[in-house]
T-cell receptor
Framework: DQQVKQNSPSLSVQEGRISILNCDYT??????FLWYKKYPAEGPTFLIS?????DKNEDGRFTVFLNKSAKHLSLHIVPSQPGDSAVYFC?????????????FGTGTLLAVQP | DGGITQSPKYLFRKEGQNVTLSCEQNLNHDAMYWYRQDPGQGLRLIYYSQIVNDFQKGDIAEGYSVSREKKESFPLTVTSAQKNPTAFYLC?????????FGSGTRLTVV
């Protein structure tokens, strides 16, 4: 049972436009969400996070929105750049849990076209 | 610079052999994790350790073993019991809500 879902396996966007990557989750106990960026044959690098007490967090070109009622979060990249081309993973964690382990989505491959 | 070091970057294993993947961190993090990535799938948790001398099975622990004798080190052994070991393996450590990942090891069974 996939608790964190990224339903779009890939996304193609023109340079300078907005990229919107979506993520849905099923477990209402999740209270901390993260986005990671991953290039081939490398480990994921942390991008941005959001706590469940917020509905928006912004860091430069990256903004994450959280809609708790819909159990949905999205990552906005504006403006998109060719260097943003990578696989983006959404991940969720529950501080209340004994493990605080991350549950990852399946990833979305973003291709930013020059 | 603090970080996580995984070695080797590429590893080839013959069927029936055990292999050990190294993960070392100098971040002074208590918790460490091993994930596996397969094409078209998210990262799946193999094992994790919250503290030295303690570890727990993740979602796909069968065919794997770990040890946590030192805070800095969390090696993963892929045993011959793992039927489909070819994958990209990632080690991570955590401090509060912040996770740091290593650069991964690509294991191929030949």
């Amino acid at each position: 049972d996939q608790q964190v879902k990224q339903n779009s396996p890939s996304l193609s966007v023109q340079e300078g436009r907005i990229s919107i990557l979506n993520c849905d989750y099923t477990n209402s106990m999740f209270d901390y969400f993260l986005w990671y960026k991953k290039y081939p044959a490398e480990g994921p690098t942390f991008l941005i996070s959001i706590s469940s007490i917020k509905d928006k967090n912004e860091d430069g070109r990256f903004t994450v929105f959280l809609n708790k009622s819909a159990k949905h979060l999205s990552l906005h990249i504006v403006p998109s750049q060719p260097g943003d081309s990578a696989v983006y993973f959404c991940a969720a964690s529950g501080y209340g849990g004994a493990t605080n382990k991350l549950i990852f989505g399946t990833g979305t491959l973003l291709a930013v076209q020059p | 610079d603090g970080g996580i070091t995984q070695s080797p970057k590429y590893l080839f294993r013959k069927e029936g052999q055990n292999v050990t993947l190294s993960c070392e961190q100098n971040l002074n993090h208590d918790a460490m994790y091993w994930y596996r990535q397969d094409p078209g799938q998210g990262l799946r948790l193999i094992y994790y350790s919250q503290i030295v001398n303690d570890f727990q099975k993740g979602d796909i622990a069968e065919g794997y073993s770990v040890s946590r004798e030192k805070k800095e080190s969390f090696p993963l052994t892929v045993t011959s019991a793992q039927k489909n070991p070819t994958a990209f393996y990632l080690c991570a450590s955590r401090d509060a809500g912040s996770y740091t990942f290593g650069s991964g090891t690509r294991l191929t069974v030949v």
